[in-house]
């Protein structure tokens, strides 16, 4: 399967504790992307990277959140101390240069109690 | 960044022909309108990409008109699998680090 993996697919926590999600792009695309859902609601943008270079960042993304994808290739989407409201699916995407198309990985599942 | 409008949600049935209207007023010369799938549980999926006129491939068409202040997906002869959420995004695929998604049209499909 080559398409956008996601790690771990499920997540339950407790409140205050630190979670990190992986994602594994498709390996020929340097644009990857991370998004929140929440039910019933459209995928929120959380943050984008060109290659290894974060170029932007939602305000939803409080200083809890942080995001890294070293060497251009995988990326980590770290939230610390979570909060009940960061329950949500974790979406990551990813994007060929030439087309925007991107590619979603089914996401991660983050319950927090 | 252009604002897209959908409606919220949108009912048919079974071997219809379903449409769905996007309002981009404020699109920018290098944006392209492009359209997503939703299932529960699973992430959005690319339907079709378009900048003017007509587009159409396996599943849809796309029809955009001069002004390109909005779009119209087509889904010929809906199945129950086409219920799901659909989802316009406009932007410079050249430069789409401004990739959002509004609410999307949940289409429910009846038999």
């Known amino acids: 399967d080559t398409g956008v993996s996601q790690d771990p697919r499920h997540k339950i926590t407790k409140r205050g504790q630190n979670v990190t999600f992986r994602c594994d792009p498709i390996?020929?695309?340097?644009?990857l992307y991370w998004y929140r859902q929440t039910l019933g609601q459209g995928p929120e943008f959380l943050t984008y990277f060109q290659n290894e270079a974060q170029l932007e960042k939602s305000r939803l993304l409080s200083d809890r959140f942080s995001a890294e994808r070293p060497k251009g290739s995988f990326s980590t989407l770290e939230i610390q101390r979570t909060e009940q409201g960061d329950s949500a699916m974790y979406l990551c995407?990813?994007?060929?240069?030439?087309?925007?198309?991107?590619?979603f990985g089914e996401g991660s599942r983050l319950t927090v109690l | 960044l252009a604002k897209t409008t959908q409606p919220i949600s949108m009912d048919s049935y079974e071997g219809q022909e379903v449409n769905i209207t996007c309002s981009h007023n404020n699109i920018a010369t290098n944006d392209y309108i492009t359209w997503y799938q939703q299932f529960p549980s699973q992430g959005p999926r690319f339907i079709i990409q378009?900048?003017?006129t007509k587009v159409t491939n396996e599943v849809a068409s796309l029809f955009i008109p001069a002004d390109r202040k909005s779009s119209t997906l087509s889904l010929p002869r809906v199945s129950l699998s086409d219920t799901a959420v659909y989802y316009c995004l406009v932007g410079d695929r050249n430069n789409n680090n401004d990739m959002r998604f509004g609410a999307g049209t949940r289409l429910t499909v009846k038999p």
């Open positions: 390996s020929e695309h340097n644009r």
């Open positions: 378009g900048y003017k």
């Open positions: 995407a990813s994007s060929p240069t030439e087309t925007g198309e991107l590619f």
